[in-house]
């Protein structure tokens, strides 16, 4: 069960955007519109931000946002602040009730 | 107040068998699909294991396919995980977490399992 990839560090400063990649293949993202994304803060416990490729569970931000394209999903963040600063992990389903993660990306606010 | 508590970890020799708990408040165990994942130090999110509601399928990831298995106790609305011939790679902090659309919507504060000799 190969991990979706994600680049491993992406940066960006308060106030700008930055976009998060996530890529799999046609057994996972390029099928299913069930692709969510994570915020984990260190040490903390992860938090959904992102469910159903672009949907927003209640109390998150509209800053964050969703988009899938063929195999590969994106999460973009924009105005970015200084509490943004944390590991972001994708997951979609891939068939047969499983489900699969991306390796994880460090955002850094600079 | 939707929750959920890990329970059960703690340090095992390789070979050897843990069982942990997740005990649920706020919403039944019978009414949500339920998933284990877990976290190795400094490492990503890895998927472990998934039980549907009415427990009529319950799927485990390759790397724990044949040696943890899934239960479940409605009475103290409690899920657990077995898990067996433990291996170093199993070392990890496991949590449980309420599925809703197929996505991982809420998470417990995890537990630590650790295998090593």
């Known amino acids: 069960q190969s991990a979706l990839t994600q680049p491993a560090s992406v940066s960006g400063s308060p106030g700008q955007s930055i976009t998060i990649s996530c890529t799999g293949t046609?057994?996972?993202?390029?099928?299913?519109?069930?692709v969510s994304w994570y915020q984990q803060h260190p040490g903390k416990v992860p938090k959904l931000i992102i469910f159903?490729?672009?949907k927003r569970p209640s109390g998150v931000s509209d800053r964050f946002s969703g988009f899938k394209s063929g195999n590969t999903a994106s999460l973009t963040i924009s105005s970015l602040h200084p509490d943004d600063e944390a590991d972001y992990f994708c997951?979609?389903?891939?068939?047969?009730?499983?489900?699969?993660f991306g390796g994880g990306t460090k955002l850094t606010v600079l | 107040q939707l929750q959920v508590v890990e329970s059960g970890g703690g340090v095992v020799q390789p070979g050897e068998s843990l069982r942990l708990s997740c005990a649920a408040s706020?919403?039944?165990?019978?009414?949500?699909?339920m998933h284990w994942v877990r976290q190795a130090p400094g490492k990503g999110l890895e998927w472990v294991a998934f039980?549907?509601?009415?427990?009529?399928?319950?799927s485990y990831a390759a790397s724990v396919q044949g040696r943890f298995s899934l239960s479940r106790d409605t009475s103290k609305n409690t899920l657990y995980v077995q898990m067996n011939s433990l291996q170093s790679e199993d070392t990890a902090v496991y949590y449980c977490?309420?599925?809703?659309?197929?996505?991982?919507?809420?998470w417990g504060q995890g537990t630590m399992v650790t295998v090593s000799s």
């Open positions: 977490a309420k599925d809703t659309m197929d996505a991982f919507n809420i």
């Open positions: 706020g919403f039944t165990l019978s009414t949500s699909g």
């Open positions: 039980m549907r509601s009415d427990e009529s399928h319950k």
């Open positions: 046609s057994s996972d993202i390029g099928t299913y519109d069930y």
């Open positions: 159903d490729v672009n």
């Open positions: 997951n979609s389903y891939r068939r047969s009730s499983t489900w699969v």
